[in-house]
């Protein structure tokens, strides 16, 4: 199993840049894919990007592609997603997941851990 905590969400304004953390507890971090999503109240929680296991494999949704950028340093046990340029529709609670094995990496029934969110908010 594993732990996941992010931090590093806030309030900025729309140009800024913002850089999310995610840590994660184990001795095993580097056997799992990770990802970013993001969740709107009362819509679905959505794909952002996603880093193999050893982070030479990353995706993004195209509406963050060019913008964010997603890492990993298995040394540390942290992933982080560096964000610039940021939109007021960047605004959501993002969320770090980890799973073993991902069948699809853009759907949020793929991962099995979550952390518990942090919240970003971009005013125009």
């Given at each position: 199993?594993?732990?996941?905590?992010?931090?590093?969400?806030?309030?900025?304004?729309?140009?800024?840049?913002?850089?999310?953390?995610?840590?994660?507890?184990?001795?095993?971090?580097?056997?799992?894919?990770?990802?970013?999503?993001?969740?709107?109240?009362?819509?679905?929680?959505?794909?952002?990007?996603?880093?193999?296991?050893?982070?030479?494999?990353?995706?993004?949704?195209?509406?963050?592609?060019?913008?964010?950028?997603?890492?990993?340093?298995n040394?540390?046990?942290?992933?982080?997603?560096?964000?610039?340029?940021?939109?007021?529709?960047?605004?959501?609670?993002?969320?770090?997941?980890?799973?073993?094995?991902?069948t699809?990496?853009?759907?949020?029934?793929?991962?099995?851990?979550?952390?518990?969110g942090?919240?970003?908010?971009?005013?125009?």
């Open positions: 199993q594993v732990q996941l905590v992010e931090s590093g969400g806030g309030l900025v304004q729309a140009g800024d840049s913002l850089r999310l953390s995610c840590a994660a507890s184990g001795r095993t971090f580097s056997t799992y894919v990770m990802g970013w999503f993001r969740q709107v109240l009362g819509k679905e929680r959505e794909f952002v990007a996603v880093i193999g296991k050893s982070g030479g494999i990353t995706y993004y949704s195209d509406s963050v592609k060019g913008r964010f950028t997603i890492s990993r340093d040394a540390k046990n942290m992933m982080y997603l560096q964000m610039n340029s940021l939109k007021p529709e960047d605004t959501a609670v993002y969320y770090c997941a980890a799973d073993l094995h991902v699809t990496w853009s759907s949020p029934r793929s991962y099995d851990y979550w952390g518990q942090t919240q970003v908010s971009v005013s125009s």
